[in-house]
C-alpha cells in the first residue's frame, strides 16, 4: 500500500532535493511520516515536537488538514496523498 | 531602509531581506527587523513624517522598502495606487448610544480598493518589485482580491487571483473588471490558501502578497496605526477595537503603535487591543474563552466572508497580544453583525460591510458590559466598504413606494407617522 508525501519547497533541502517521496506500508499518517523520517532523518525535528505536529507545520491528507480528522492516528487509505505545507500563509 | 533583516518569531532565526516567509529550521512566521537611526530627535523624525506624500509612504521609514515610491498621481505607473491617509472620524453620537466619552472611527474604506487591503498590497507590491517579481498573486476573501488586482493594473503587472467561489457578487465583479487572471476555487479560504501555498512554491516569478511576500506585504498595516497616532495629534488612544481573520492586522497595528512609543514619537502608553471575530467563524475568540494559546481550526459558516479564515496564521501571536495588552478576544452573530452595520450607518454615515458590522457590534458590546470604561478614547477600526456586502443589509429597513402625487405621500407615508 503506497501512500505519496508531497515536501514544501522549505524542507527538500533535508529531503534530498525530492518534491515527492512515495511510503510503503503506512497505516496511519503517523506512520508514513515515520516512514519518511527513516529515509531523511533531518525531517523528524523540523516536523514535529514531542512527537506531535509541530504548530505551524501543516498536514493534509488528500487536502484535509489532518487536524480536523484524527491527526497523525488518522488513517490513510492507498494511494493517498499526503501535502506538508507552513501553515503561516493568509490573511 | 530601515529594515536589516527577517526574524523568526519562534526561534529567532536571521534570514537577510529576501523572498522568505517561513524559518527553515521551525516553520515560523518571519517578521521585518529593524534598526532605526536614533540620532533623529522627535520633531525631525515628525517633520519628515509631514513633509512625505498623502498616503503610506509618508511613513517609508518604517516600512521594509530600499527606494519608497513616495508621491502618486503623475508618476502612477511607478508608484501605484495611493493607500492610506483615510478619515478618522470623530463619532459623538456612536458614543452617546453607547455610553463612551471619545469614539474616533478609522474609516479605511476610504482607500482605492474600499478597504484597508490597499495599505498591505501597496507595501507588498512595491517590495516585489524591488525583488525582481513580475507577477503578482495572493489568496484571497474578496478585499485583498480587489486590491491586488487594482494594484498590478496600476503598477502594469500581471497578476492572479485566487479565491472562494461562494463570494460576494460584487468583490467578484470589483475584482474580475481590473483585468486579472480571476479564479475561483470550489472551496474555503482555507483551501485557497493551502492551494496558494503549494503554487507560490512551484511558480519562482510569483509574487503571492500573502504568502511568500507575506513579511512584508503585512508591515503595510503599521500604517494604520501611525496614521491614527498622527491624526489625533502624535498621541496613541487608549483602546482600539479591530477585526481578526488571520490576526495579522490586529498585531500589526498594536505592532506600529510600539515602535512610535519606543521612538518617541507617539504620546501614550501602548493601547488595550480588542479583536472581534464573527462566531462563525471564530478561533481566536474560542481559544481566548478557553484561556488556550493556540488556536484550533474551524468550517468557517458566517455572512462576514471577509473575516471567513478557519485556520489563523497569526492566531497565537493574536491571543498573546489580547492578553499581554489588557484586551480581549470576542465574537458576534450574523443578527448582531447587521446591526452593528446599521448601528455604524445611523450614528456616523459610515456604510460598512460585514467585517465592520462585527467589529462594530464588538464595540456595543465591550460598551454594554463594561469591559471598556466610559472615559477611554476608543478607535474603531473599520477596514471594508458597505457596497460590497449589499446582501447582508437587504431587508433590514422599510421604505415606500408611492405615485409622484402629493395625496399619495400625505396619505401613504406621513399617516402611518413615517419619514419625520
Redesign the interface.
Known amino acids: 500500500m503506497s501512500v505519496k508525501v508531497k515536501i514544501p519547497t522549505q524542507l527538500r533541502s533535508v529531503a534530498g532535493g525530492d518534491a515527492e517521496v512515495d511510503v510503503d506500508g503506512a497505516e496511519t499518517v503517523g506512520e508514513a511520516l515515520e516512514h519518511l523520517f527513516e529515509r531523511h532523518g533531518e525531517l523528524r525535528e523540523r516536523m514535529l515536537e514531542d512527537g506531535e505536529l509541530r504548530r505551524f507545520v501543516n498536514v493534509y491528507l488528500n487536502g484535509e488538514d489532518v487536524r480536523f480528522l484524527d491527526g497523525l492516528a488518522t488513517a490513510v487509505p492507498a494511494g493517498a496523498e499526503l501535502t506538508i505545507l507552513p501553515a503561516v500563509a493568509g490573511g | 531602509m530601515g529594515a536589516t533583516g527577517l526574524t523568526c518569531r519562534?526561534c529567532k532565526a536571521p534570514y537577510g531581506l529576501e523572498a522568505r516567509?517561513?524559518c527553515?529550521?521551525?516553520?515560523?512566521?518571519l517578521e521585518v527587523a529593524y534598526e532605526l537611526d536614533t540620532t533623529l530627535d522627535v520633531g525631525e523624525r515628525r517633520r519628515r513624517i509631514q513633509a512625505g506624500p498623502q498616503n503610506i509612504w509618508r511613513y517609508s521609514d518604517f516600512l521594509p522598502l530600499e527606494a519608497p515610491p513616495g508621491p502618486s498621481a503623475r508618476t502612477l505607473s511607478r508608484t501605484g495606487l495611493p493607500a492610506g491617509c483615510t478619515p478618522l472620524i470623530r463619532a459623538d453620537r456612536l458614543a452617546d448610544r453607547l455610553g463612551l466619552r471619545e469614539v474616533w472611527v478609522k474609516n479605511d474604506a476610504a482607500n482605492p480598493t474600499h478597504s484597508f487591503k490597499d495599505r498591505v498590497v501597496a507595501v507588498g507590491a512595491a517590495r516585489a518589485r524591488e525583488m525582481g517579481y513580475d507577477v503578482l498573486a495572493c489568496?484571497s476573501t474578496g478585499n485583498l482580491a480587489n486590491a491586488v488586482a487594482a494594484q498590478a493594473a496600476a503598477l502594469g503587472m500581471e497578476s492572479y487571483v485566487l479565491i472562494p467561489s461562494d463570494l460576494e457578487e460584487q468583490k467578484v465583479l470589483a475584482t474580475g473588471v481590473y483585468g486579472t487572471n480571476l479564479i475561483k476555487v470550489r472551496g474555503t479560504?482555507?483551501?485557497v490558501?493551502?492551494l496558494?501555498?503549494?503554487l507560490?512554491?512551484e511558480r519562482e516569478n510569483w509574487a503571492?502578497v500573502?504568502?511568500n511576500i507575506?513579511p512584508y506585504y503585512a508591515e503595510g498595516s503599521k500604517t494604520l496605526a501611525y496614521e491614527i497616532a498622527e491624526q489625533l495629534g502624535w498621541r496613541v488612544p487608549d483602546t482600539i477595537v479591530c477585526p481578526i481573520?488571520?490576526?495579522?492586522?490586529y498585531t500589526k497595528i498594536a505592532k506600529g503603535f510600539e515602535e512610535w512609543l519606543d521612538l518617541g514619537i507617539a504620546e501614550g502608553s501602548a493601547p488595550v487591543m480588542h479583536g472581534a471575530q464573527a462566531r462563525g467563524c471564530s478561533p481566536v475568540a474560542t481559544a481566548w474563552d478557553d484561556g488556550k494559546d493556540?488556536c484550533?481550526?474551524v468550517?468557517p459558516d458566517t455572512i462576514a466572508k471577509s473575516l471567513a479564515?478557519g485556520?489563523?496564521?497569526?492566531g497565537?501571536y493574536a491571543l498573546d497580544l489580547a492578553r499581554r495588552s489588557g484586551g480581549s478576544i470576542a465574537s458576534v452573530d450574523d443578527e448582531e453583525i447587521r446591526a452593528g452595520i446599521r448601528l455604524l450607518a445611523e450614528t456616523t454615515g459610515v456604510f460598512t460591510e460585514t467585517a465592520g458590522g462585527v467589529t462594530t457590534a464588538t464595540l456595543a458590546k465591550l460598551a454594554e458590559e463594561g469591559t471598556i470604561d466610559p472615559d477611554e478614547s476608543v478607535v474603531l477600526v473599520i477596514t471594508g466598504e458597505g457596497l460590497k456586502t449589499l446582501d447582508a443589509v437587504r431587508d433590514t429597513f422599510a421604505s415606500f413606494e408611492i405615485d409622484a402625487r402629493l395625496d399619495s405621500f400625505l396619505d401613504e407615508v406621513e399617516s402611518v407617522g413615517a419619514a419625520r
Open positions: 519562534e516567509y517561513v527553515d529550521r521551525c516553520f515560523g512566521p489568496a479560504y482555507d483551501d490558501n493551502r496558494c501555498t503549494e507560490s512554491g503571492f500573502n504568502v507575506r481573520a488571520s490576526g495579522s492586522l493556540v484550533r481550526p468550517k479564515i485556520n489563523p496564521a497569526d497565537p
